[in-house]
Protein backbone atom coordinates (compact mmCIF):
# COMPACT_ATOMS: atom_id res chain seq x y z
CA UNK A 1 0.00 0.00 0.00
CA UNK A 2 3.45 1.99 0.74
CA UNK A 3 4.76 1.53 -2.21
CA UNK A 4 1.40 2.15 -3.81
CA UNK A 5 1.28 5.85 -2.32
CA UNK A 6 4.66 6.52 -3.11
CA UNK A 7 4.39 5.73 -6.91
CA UNK A 8 1.17 7.80 -7.16
CA UNK A 9 3.10 11.01 -5.49
CA UNK A 10 5.87 10.34 -7.55
CA UNK A 11 3.68 10.64 -10.62
CA UNK A 12 1.64 13.52 -9.47
CA UNK A 13 4.70 15.54 -9.01
CA UNK A 14 5.86 14.29 -12.73
CA UNK A 15 2.83 15.89 -13.89
CA UNK A 16 3.31 19.06 -12.68
CA UNK A 17 7.07 19.25 -13.75
CA UNK A 18 5.20 18.54 -16.99
CA UNK A 19 2.75 20.87 -17.08
CA UNK A 20 5.50 23.20 -16.01
CA UNK A 21 7.69 22.49 -18.70
CA UNK A 22 5.10 23.02 -21.39
CA UNK A 23 4.32 26.22 -19.99
CA UNK A 24 8.07 27.60 -20.28
CA UNK A 25 8.80 25.61 -23.74
CA UNK A 26 9.03 27.80 -26.70
CA UNK A 27 5.85 29.02 -28.00
CA UNK A 28 4.71 27.12 -30.82
CA UNK A 29 3.03 27.64 -33.71
CA UNK A 30 -0.20 28.83 -34.49
CA UNK A 31 -2.47 29.25 -37.77
CA UNK A 32 -0.69 28.95 -41.32
CA UNK A 33 -2.11 30.43 -43.95
CA UNK A 34 -1.52 30.45 -47.90
CA UNK A 35 -1.54 34.04 -49.17
CA UNK A 36 0.59 36.94 -46.96
CA UNK A 37 -0.57 39.39 -44.17
CA UNK A 38 -1.15 43.04 -45.72
CA UNK A 39 1.74 45.57 -45.20
CA UNK A 40 1.86 47.26 -41.00
CA UNK A 41 -0.68 50.37 -40.70
CA UNK A 42 0.93 53.48 -39.66
CA UNK A 43 -0.34 55.22 -36.64
CA UNK A 44 0.84 57.04 -33.34
CA UNK A 45 1.07 55.24 -30.20
CA UNK A 46 -1.47 56.01 -27.44
CA UNK A 47 -0.03 57.67 -24.32
CA UNK A 48 1.41 55.31 -21.90
CA UNK A 49 -1.65 54.96 -18.80
CA UNK A 50 0.65 54.07 -15.87
CA UNK A 51 3.43 52.51 -14.63
CA UNK A 52 4.82 48.80 -15.47
CA UNK A 53 2.11 48.81 -18.62
CA UNK A 54 4.36 47.40 -21.44
CA UNK A 55 3.81 48.22 -25.39
CA UNK A 56 2.49 45.19 -27.42
CA UNK A 57 2.90 45.44 -31.39
CA UNK A 58 -0.12 45.79 -33.15
CA UNK A 59 -0.63 42.99 -35.83
CA UNK A 60 -2.54 40.70 -38.30
CA UNK A 61 -4.49 37.90 -37.19
CA UNK A 62 -6.66 35.46 -39.49
CA UNK A 63 -10.15 34.07 -38.97
CA UNK A 64 -12.97 33.04 -41.12
CA UNK A 65 -10.72 33.85 -44.43
CA UNK A 66 -9.85 37.30 -44.00
CA UNK A 67 -6.91 38.92 -42.03
CA UNK A 68 -8.01 41.75 -38.96
CA UNK A 69 -5.75 43.92 -37.50
CA UNK A 70 -5.25 43.22 -33.55
CA UNK A 71 -4.77 46.96 -32.28
CA UNK A 72 -1.45 47.52 -30.69
CA UNK A 73 -1.79 48.45 -26.72
CA UNK A 74 -0.62 48.51 -23.33
CA UNK A 75 -0.01 45.64 -21.19
CA UNK A 76 0.50 45.25 -17.73
CA UNK A 77 3.81 42.56 -17.47
CA UNK A 78 2.85 39.66 -15.83
CA UNK A 79 6.11 39.93 -13.88
CA UNK A 80 8.89 42.39 -12.78
CA UNK A 81 11.63 41.81 -15.38
CA UNK A 82 9.18 40.54 -17.83
CA UNK A 83 9.64 42.18 -21.64
CA UNK A 84 7.08 40.96 -24.74
CA UNK A 85 8.35 39.08 -27.64
CA UNK A 86 6.02 40.00 -30.35
CA UNK A 87 4.57 36.80 -32.54
CA UNK A 88 5.09 37.27 -35.90
CA UNK A 89 4.02 35.64 -39.36
CA UNK A 90 6.84 33.49 -41.10
CA UNK A 91 7.06 31.50 -44.44
CA UNK A 92 6.94 28.13 -44.06
CA UNK A 93 7.51 26.51 -47.59
CA UNK A 94 3.93 26.37 -48.63
CA UNK A 95 2.02 28.63 -46.42
CA UNK A 96 2.85 31.51 -43.93
CA UNK A 97 2.60 30.55 -40.05
CA UNK A 98 2.06 32.58 -37.09
CA UNK A 99 4.43 32.25 -34.57
CA UNK A 100 3.19 33.19 -31.14
CA UNK A 101 3.99 35.73 -28.47
CA UNK A 102 5.81 35.64 -25.13
CA UNK A 103 6.62 37.09 -21.80
CA UNK A 104 9.88 36.43 -21.19
CA UNK A 105 13.30 38.01 -19.29
CA UNK A 106 14.52 38.54 -22.40
CA UNK A 107 13.31 39.30 -25.96
CA UNK A 108 13.22 36.71 -28.36
CA UNK A 109 13.24 36.75 -32.24
CA UNK A 110 10.47 38.48 -33.69
CA UNK A 111 10.71 37.71 -37.32
CA UNK A 112 12.88 41.06 -38.06
CA UNK A 113 9.80 42.43 -38.67
CA UNK A 114 9.56 46.23 -37.76
CA UNK A 115 6.60 47.16 -35.59
CA UNK A 116 8.07 50.36 -34.28
CA UNK A 117 8.02 52.31 -30.79
CA UNK A 118 11.48 50.56 -29.95
CA UNK A 119 10.82 47.24 -31.64
CA UNK A 120 13.03 47.63 -34.55
CA UNK A 121 13.37 43.89 -36.10
CA UNK A 122 15.72 42.68 -33.07
CA UNK A 123 15.70 43.50 -29.19
CA UNK A 124 13.63 45.98 -27.75
CA UNK A 125 15.11 49.58 -27.57
CA UNK A 126 12.05 50.87 -25.15
CA UNK A 127 12.72 50.48 -22.20
CA UNK A 128 14.14 48.53 -19.56
CA UNK A 129 13.77 46.88 -15.92
CA UNK A 130 15.91 48.93 -12.94
CA UNK A 131 15.38 48.15 -9.57
CA UNK A 132 11.99 46.03 -10.11
CA UNK A 133 10.58 49.24 -11.89
CA UNK A 134 10.36 49.61 -15.78
CA UNK A 135 12.26 52.91 -16.78
CA UNK A 136 10.69 54.16 -20.36
CA UNK A 137 12.66 55.42 -23.18
CA UNK A 138 10.24 58.61 -23.69
CA UNK A 139 12.71 58.88 -27.55
CA UNK A 140 10.17 55.62 -28.75
CA UNK A 141 7.19 56.27 -25.92
CA UNK A 142 4.60 58.29 -25.28
CA UNK A 143 4.72 58.92 -21.65
CA UNK A 144 3.16 61.32 -19.31
CA UNK A 145 6.66 62.51 -17.27
CA UNK A 146 3.63 64.31 -14.50
CA UNK A 147 2.46 60.91 -13.90
CA UNK A 148 5.42 58.55 -14.77
CA UNK A 149 8.83 59.40 -13.52
CA UNK A 150 10.72 56.69 -14.63
CA UNK A 151 12.11 57.65 -17.79
CA UNK A 152 15.34 58.41 -19.81
CA UNK A 153 15.69 59.33 -23.30
CA UNK A 154 18.17 57.46 -25.90
CA UNK A 155 17.96 57.97 -29.61
CA UNK A 156 17.96 54.91 -31.09
CA UNK A 157 20.52 54.65 -34.49
CA UNK A 158 19.80 51.78 -36.01
CA UNK A 159 20.95 51.86 -40.19
CA UNK A 160 19.42 48.51 -40.72
CA UNK A 161 15.95 49.52 -39.39
CA UNK A 162 13.14 48.25 -42.24
CA UNK A 163 12.49 50.74 -44.58
CA UNK A 164 9.07 48.90 -45.49
CA UNK A 165 6.03 48.30 -43.55
CA UNK A 166 6.32 44.34 -44.68
CA UNK A 167 4.38 42.26 -41.60
CA UNK A 168 6.26 38.65 -42.52
CA UNK A 169 9.46 37.03 -42.77
CA UNK A 170 10.54 34.93 -45.25
CA UNK A 171 8.81 33.90 -48.39
CA UNK A 172 8.44 36.47 -51.83
CA UNK A 173 9.12 40.20 -50.70
CA UNK A 174 8.85 39.44 -47.04
CA UNK A 175 12.13 39.88 -44.38
CA UNK A 176 15.11 38.41 -44.74
CA UNK A 177 16.18 37.74 -41.26
CA UNK A 178 17.65 35.21 -39.14
CA UNK A 179 17.29 34.30 -35.18
CA UNK A 180 20.43 35.36 -33.12
CA UNK A 181 22.01 32.88 -31.12
CA UNK A 182 20.70 35.26 -28.25
CA UNK A 183 17.22 35.34 -29.78
CA UNK A 184 17.07 31.36 -29.75
CA UNK A 185 18.39 31.45 -26.49
CA UNK A 186 15.47 33.53 -24.86
CA UNK A 187 12.76 31.21 -26.64
CA UNK A 188 14.40 28.01 -24.66
CA UNK A 189 14.55 30.08 -21.75
CA UNK A 190 11.53 30.23 -19.03
CA UNK A 191 8.47 32.15 -20.47
CA UNK A 192 5.13 32.62 -20.79
CA UNK A 193 2.60 33.39 -23.30
CA UNK A 194 -0.08 36.00 -23.62
CA UNK A 195 -1.92 37.34 -20.24
CA UNK A 196 -5.72 36.59 -19.79
CA UNK A 197 -6.22 40.35 -21.16
CA UNK A 198 -4.60 40.16 -24.66
CA UNK A 199 -6.23 36.39 -25.14
CA UNK A 200 -9.72 38.94 -24.83
CA UNK A 201 -8.26 41.54 -26.71
CA UNK A 202 -7.29 39.48 -29.50
CA UNK A 203 -11.11 37.95 -29.49
CA UNK A 204 -13.03 41.41 -28.82
CA UNK A 205 -10.67 42.20 -32.20
CA UNK A 206 -11.58 39.33 -34.21
CA UNK A 207 -15.29 40.02 -33.56
CA UNK A 208 -15.24 43.63 -35.07
CA UNK A 209 -15.87 44.01 -38.59
CA UNK A 210 -14.18 47.31 -39.32
CA UNK A 211 -10.86 45.60 -38.39
CA UNK A 212 -11.04 42.95 -41.00
CA UNK A 213 -8.44 43.74 -43.81
CA UNK A 214 -11.63 43.39 -46.51
CA UNK A 215 -13.45 46.32 -44.55
CA UNK A 216 -10.40 48.77 -43.85
CA UNK A 217 -8.13 47.45 -46.95
CA UNK A 218 -5.15 48.23 -44.10
CA UNK A 219 -5.99 51.31 -42.28
CA UNK A 220 -7.98 49.99 -39.36
CA UNK A 221 -10.11 52.57 -37.55
CA UNK A 222 -8.71 50.82 -34.72
CA UNK A 223 -5.53 50.76 -34.63
CA UNK A 224 -3.61 51.22 -30.97
CA UNK A 225 -5.82 51.31 -27.70
CA UNK A 226 -4.56 52.41 -24.63
CA UNK A 227 -5.54 49.30 -22.61
CA UNK A 228 -6.23 45.82 -24.10
CA UNK A 229 -10.53 46.01 -25.45
CA UNK A 230 -10.76 49.40 -25.00
CA UNK A 231 -12.00 50.03 -28.42
CA UNK A 232 -14.42 52.67 -27.37
CA UNK A 233 -12.01 54.50 -24.87
CA UNK A 234 -11.36 58.49 -26.16
CA UNK A 235 -7.26 57.56 -26.33
CA UNK A 236 -8.02 55.12 -29.19
CA UNK A 237 -6.03 56.07 -32.20
CA UNK A 238 -6.95 55.24 -35.76
CA UNK A 239 -3.68 54.31 -38.89
CA UNK A 240 -2.79 57.41 -40.25
CA UNK A 241 -1.78 55.28 -43.39
CA UNK A 242 -2.27 52.47 -45.01
CA UNK A 243 -0.26 50.39 -46.86
CA UNK A 244 2.33 51.89 -49.43
CA UNK A 245 0.88 52.08 -53.03
CA UNK A 246 -2.69 50.80 -51.79
CA UNK A 247 -4.87 52.80 -54.34
CA UNK A 248 -2.67 56.23 -54.15
CA UNK A 249 -3.96 58.46 -51.14
CA UNK A 250 -4.14 56.73 -47.42
CA UNK A 251 -7.65 55.13 -46.85
CA UNK A 252 -8.09 54.76 -50.73
CA UNK A 253 -9.35 50.75 -51.89
CA UNK A 254 -6.01 48.92 -52.34
CA UNK A 255 -5.46 47.29 -55.63
CA UNK A 256 -7.42 44.31 -56.37
CA UNK A 257 -5.45 43.62 -59.94
CA UNK A 258 -2.19 44.86 -61.41
CA UNK A 259 -4.15 46.75 -63.91
CA UNK A 260 -5.51 48.65 -60.69
CA UNK A 261 -2.19 49.80 -59.50
CA UNK A 262 -2.27 53.53 -60.08
CA UNK A 263 0.98 55.04 -62.26
CA UNK A 264 3.70 56.74 -59.92
CA UNK A 265 6.67 58.95 -61.03
CA UNK A 266 9.70 57.30 -61.71
CA UNK A 267 12.52 59.08 -59.10
CA UNK A 268 14.66 61.26 -60.91
CA UNK A 269 18.51 59.96 -60.87
CA UNK A 270 20.45 61.53 -58.48
CA UNK A 271 22.70 64.42 -59.90
CA UNK A 272 25.87 63.51 -58.43
CA UNK A 273 28.34 65.54 -60.94
CA UNK A 274 29.44 62.08 -62.61
CA UNK A 275 27.46 62.30 -65.86
CA UNK A 276 28.71 58.40 -65.90
CA UNK A 277 27.25 57.26 -62.76
CA UNK A 278 23.92 59.55 -63.32
CA UNK A 279 23.95 57.53 -66.87
CA UNK A 280 24.50 53.67 -64.85
CA UNK A 281 22.30 54.59 -62.43
CA UNK A 282 19.34 55.35 -65.27
CA UNK A 283 20.04 52.47 -66.93
CA UNK A 284 19.07 50.20 -64.12
CA UNK A 285 16.55 52.28 -62.84
CA UNK A 286 14.65 51.62 -66.73
CA UNK A 287 15.53 48.13 -66.36
CA UNK A 288 13.82 47.59 -62.68
CA UNK A 289 11.09 49.41 -64.86
CA UNK A 290 10.64 47.57 -67.81
CA UNK A 291 10.75 43.77 -65.11
CA UNK A 292 8.47 44.69 -63.08
CA UNK A 293 6.26 45.80 -66.11
CA UNK A 294 6.18 42.07 -66.96
CA UNK A 295 5.72 40.90 -63.91
CA UNK A 296 2.49 43.18 -63.27
CA UNK A 297 1.36 42.01 -67.04
CA UNK A 298 2.02 38.32 -66.48
CA UNK A 299 0.14 37.90 -62.94
CA UNK A 300 -2.94 40.09 -64.56
CA UNK A 301 -2.43 37.02 -67.00
CA UNK A 302 -2.89 34.53 -64.43
CA UNK A 303 -5.65 36.43 -62.96
CA UNK A 304 -7.39 36.80 -65.79
CA UNK A 305 -7.84 33.33 -66.53
CA UNK A 306 -8.84 32.72 -63.05
CA UNK A 307 -12.02 35.31 -63.88
CA UNK A 308 -12.44 32.47 -67.02
CA UNK A 309 -12.57 29.83 -64.97
CA UNK A 310 -15.12 31.12 -62.62
CA UNK A 311 -17.23 32.20 -65.75
CA UNK A 312 -17.45 28.67 -66.82
CA UNK A 313 -18.11 26.96 -63.59
CA UNK A 314 -20.99 29.46 -62.52
CA UNK A 315 -19.53 29.23 -59.06
CA UNK A 316 -21.15 31.76 -56.30
CA UNK A 317 -21.14 34.64 -54.82
CA UNK A 318 -18.90 33.86 -51.96
CA UNK A 319 -16.46 31.97 -54.23
CA UNK A 320 -15.97 34.60 -56.45
CA UNK A 321 -14.77 37.04 -53.27
CA UNK A 322 -12.30 34.41 -51.71
CA UNK A 323 -10.23 34.51 -55.63
CA UNK A 324 -10.82 38.43 -55.39
CA UNK A 325 -9.52 38.33 -52.04
CA UNK A 326 -6.85 35.88 -53.30
CA UNK A 327 -6.20 38.37 -56.32
CA UNK A 328 -5.56 41.20 -54.07
CA UNK A 329 -3.11 39.77 -51.45
CA UNK A 330 -1.18 38.37 -54.48
CA UNK A 331 -1.45 42.26 -55.94
CA UNK A 332 -0.34 43.26 -52.74
CA UNK A 333 2.66 40.83 -52.38
CA UNK A 334 3.72 42.13 -56.10
CA UNK A 335 3.60 45.83 -55.11
CA UNK A 336 5.30 45.05 -51.41
CA UNK A 337 8.44 43.26 -53.69
CA UNK A 338 8.47 46.35 -55.87
CA UNK A 339 8.92 48.80 -53.52
CA UNK A 340 11.56 46.82 -51.60
CA UNK A 341 13.27 46.76 -54.53
CA UNK A 342 12.89 50.19 -55.64
CA UNK A 343 14.11 51.38 -52.61
CA UNK A 344 17.22 49.21 -52.64
CA UNK A 345 18.35 50.72 -55.82
CA UNK A 346 17.87 54.05 -54.38
CA UNK A 347 19.35 53.02 -51.50
CA UNK A 348 22.61 52.12 -53.56
CA UNK A 349 22.44 56.17 -54.81
CA UNK A 350 22.03 57.61 -52.07
CA UNK A 351 23.46 55.57 -48.99
CA UNK A 352 23.19 58.99 -46.66
CA UNK A 353 19.19 59.04 -46.82
CA UNK A 354 17.19 57.70 -43.83
CA UNK A 355 15.24 54.85 -44.42
CA UNK A 356 11.25 55.57 -42.88
CA UNK A 357 9.97 54.15 -39.57
CA UNK A 358 6.58 54.37 -38.18
Request: glycine share 12%; hydrophobic share 30%.
Amino acid sequence: MKMKVLARAASLVFGILAMAAVSYAQIGIGISVRIAPPELPVYEQPICPGDGYLWTPGYWGYADDDYYWIPGTWVEAPEVGFFWTPGYWGWGGDAFLFHEGYWGPQVGFYGGISYGFGYFGHGYEGGRWDGGHFFYNRTVNNVNVSIIHNTYNTTIVNENRNVTHVSYNGGTGGIDARATADEEAAARARHVGPVAAQTQHVEAARANPQLRASYNHGKPPIAATPRPGAFTDKGVVAAREGPAGAGGKAGSPAPVHPRDIPASERPAAPNTGNPKVDQKYQKQQDKLAAQQTKERQKLQQQQDKDHQQLAKKNVDEASKQQVEQRHQQQTQQLMQRHTQQQQQLQSRQQPAARPEHH
